[in-house]
T-cell receptor, first 114, second 112 residues
């Protein structure tokens, strides 16, 4: 079974630029998560989708971050404009559905904002 | 609010030593508890979980028991191997909400 795919693996941009990350979850997984992991910290949930609907985006900085999952499969996370403090690893995870189901994580995208 | 606190690393052990990584939590309800592991260069993967008090999760020789009275979920292994070198994350999710809360991670290095 293929795992969660993410691209790109690495991205370096200057502040005030825009960037987008892509995630393709495991086939059949209804729930998709985006996390931000700052160096030395644990992952912080940014947004959770159930199929193509948003379940929780309470920790998403909506003035600059946006995410979509239009067809209920793959998803994109965008930052516009980026700030220095956005430097982090962005993790995508998927699960079959319920909260206690195992989450399967992708390898992450490491973003550096200069 | 909900949170997870785990012991700070890094932890360095000799092969076959006993491992304990402490994890305590704060939750308003009745959370499910997890340990995730991140091997070098790989994504996080679930190591074990427990969904109610007194449950014991176990996998690959690792164990953790959900202790409601001490709000703890300490990870243990009787004899570590070099291949256990990784970063370990404790996490919780409330059964009435959507948020997952992760600890800061504990880096373990096992030397031969």
């Amino acid at each position: 079974e293929a795992g969660v795919a993410q691209s790109p693996r690495y991205k370096i941009i200057e502040k005030r630029q825009s960037v987008a990350f892509w995630c393709n979850p495991i086939s059949g997984h209804a729930t998709l998560y985006w996390y931000q992991q700052i160096l030395g910290q644990g992952p912080k949930l940014l947004i959770q989708f159930q199929n193509n609907g948003v379940v929780d985006d309470s920790q998403l900085p909506k003035d600059r971050f946006s995410a979509e999952r239009l067809k209920g499969v793959d998803s994109t996370l965008k930052i516009q404009p980026a700030k220095l403090e956005d430097s982090a690893v962005y993790l995508c995870a998927s699960s079959l559905g319920t909260r206690t189901n195992e989450q399967f994580f992708g390898p992450g995208t490491r973003l550096t904002v200069l | 609010g909900d949170s997870v606190t785990q012991m700070e690393g890094p932890v360095t052990l000799s092969e076959e030593a006993f491992l304990t990584i402490n994890c305590t939590y704060t939750a308003t309800g009745y959370p499910s508890l997890f340990w995730y592991v991140q091997y070098p260069g790989e994504g996080l993967q679930l190591l074990l979980k427990a969904t109610k008090a007194d449950d014991k999760g176990s996998n690959k020789g690792f164990e953790a028991t959900y202790r409601k009275e001490t709000t703890s979920f300490h990870l243990e292994k009787g004899s570590v191997q070099v291949s256990d070198s990784a970063v370990y994350f404790c996490a919780l999710t409330e059964n009435t909400g959507n948020q997952f809360y992760f600890g800061t991670g504990t880096s373990l290095t096992v030397i031969p």
